[in-house]
């Protein structure tokens, strides 16, 4: 059973590029997790995703940014006209269940780290 | 809102000693959990230990054990003979119970384990 996998894990956009950052959950799993980690700074929740349906999307700067999880495929969180304040890692994580629940645990990718040049 | 916060940005011990990482939390809320993750230099975020609020027992995983004290919202982590593959940022963090919620993070420690 692979992890969460996130691709591409390094990225470069020139300022004023779109960006897109896909994360596949674990097999099974339909709880996703976006978090931005900027240097020396931890994670920062961005947005929560079940199948098709934004749950929380407080984190996430209202202009430019947008996340999806469709019925099929992978998470996506897209950037547009991208600006250097958004180079930074961007972690997705996914667990079977909400996390509250004491046995679900949140399975975390790799993370796509971002520069914009 | 909820808060976590780590007053340690950066540690370094040798290898074998004992080192206490701490993390101080603020929320209004009675239930939730708290866990560790360590970020090693892969940047995998990886789960060390979790405590559910409610239990008074403090979470043990071999060499990795917590100090829980709900009064004072502590949480501080504490791994003993501390082994290289240690080195990594940790971070702790925070999630209510029983709602669809998210995992909040503490800024982190970096944690040096010196041969």
Known sequence: NAGVMQNPRHLVRRRGQEARLRCSPMKGHSHVYWYRQLPEEGLKFMVYLQKENIIDESGMPKERFSAEFPKEGPSILRIQQVVRGDSAAYFCASSQTAVPSFLAEAFFGQGTRLTVV | ?115
């Open chain 2, 1 to 115: 809102a909820q808060t976590v916060t780590q007053s340690q940005p950066e540690m370094s011990v040798q290898e074998a000693e004992t080192v206490t990482l701490s993390c101080t939390y603020d929320t209004s809320e009675n239930n939730y959990y708290l866990f560790w993750y360590k970020q090693p230099p892969s940047r995998q975020m990886i789960l060390v230990i979790r405590q559910e609020a409610y239990k008074q027992q403090n979470a043990t995983e071999n060499r990795f054990s917590v100090n829980f004290q709900k009064a004072a919202k502590s949480f501080s982590l504490k791994i003993s003979d501390s082994q290289l593959g240690d080195t990594a940022m940790y971070f702790c963090a925070f999630i209510l119970q029983n709602r669809d919620d998210k995992i909040i993070f503490g800024k982190g420690t970096r944690l040096h384990i010196l041969p």
